[in-house]
């Protein structure tokens, strides 16, 4: 199974500030990079698919980049309802694990 | 508006049974593949099953593998998760999650979760 690791585990930020989640993956999973945003009791959301693309209706200042086995999420200019954990995961070959979170939490 | 919305959870004893299920509405459920993932307290995000549009290609996680069973009914706009000889370790929020294709895909949008408790 490819494994996902995404550094930091949690990051304590202020709104205005700019926030990069990084993802690694055991092995290359080409760009076959998902990133979710999840909120306390709430279904996980798209963000980022391919690696960079921005899902529909998601703000740009969100931005995904990497290739291979490296990956970021970066989000510009953090706004009070970017709080939540957020999650990478990769869709190269079954079975299509997670990372294991980032939590943001906004001061 | 795109629409996915499970049931089916509840409270089961270790080693009972229990079918989800997930509704869909507001696109051609038979142009997509469907997954299922679960979100266990305290732990991060794991796929549980993926069927694609025609029911031709399954997919488990080895952790279901051979206890859980993936299906859909494309007449109904239905996906389900029959769970068998179910574990403590299985209790988790399930979401249904639509994506292009079984894999090189993405999972959007996801469902609200169903609650599966195993405990006695």
């Known amino acids: 199974d490819i494994q996902m690791i995404q550094s930091p585990s949690s990051l304590s930020t202020s709104v205005g500030d700019e926030v990069t989640i990084t993802c690694r993956a055991s092995q290359s999973v080409v760009r076959y990079i998902n990133w979710y945003q999840q909120k306390s009791g709430k279904a996980p959301l798209l963000l980022i698919y391919?690696?960079?693309n921005l899902q529909g209706g998601v703000p740009s200042r969100f931005r995904g980049s990497g290739s291979g086995t490296d990956f970021t999420l970066t989000i510009s200019g953090l706004q009070p309802e970017d709080s939540g954990t957020y999650f990478c995961?990769?869709?190269?070959?079954?079975?299509?694990?997670f990372g294991p979170g980032t939590k943001v939490e906004i001061k | 508006e795109v629409q996915l919305v499970e049931s089916g959870g509840g409270l089961v004893q270790p080693g009972g049974s229990l079918r989800l299920s997930c509704l869909a509405s507001g696109f051609t459920f038979d142009d997509y593949a469907m997954h299922w993932v679960r979100h266990a307290p305290g732990k991060g995000l794991e796929w549980v099953s993926g069927?694609?549009?025609?029911?031709?290609?399954?997919d488990y996680a080895a952790s279901v593998k051979g206890r859980f069973t993936i299906s859909r009914d494309n007449a109904k706009n239905a996906l389900y998760l029959q769970m068998n000889s179910l574990r403590p370790e299985d209790t988790a929020f399930y979401y249904c999650?639509?994506?292009?294709?079984?894999?090189?895909?993405?999972?959007?949008?996801w469902g609200q979760g169903a609650l599966v408790t195993v405990s006695s």
């Open positions: 069927i694609s549009w025609n029911s031709l290609t399954i």
């Open positions: 999650a639509r994506a292009r294709q079984l894999g090189l895909s993405w999972f959007d949008p």
């Open positions: 391919g690696a960079s």
């Open positions: 995961q990769q869709s190269y070959t079954s079975p299509f694990t």
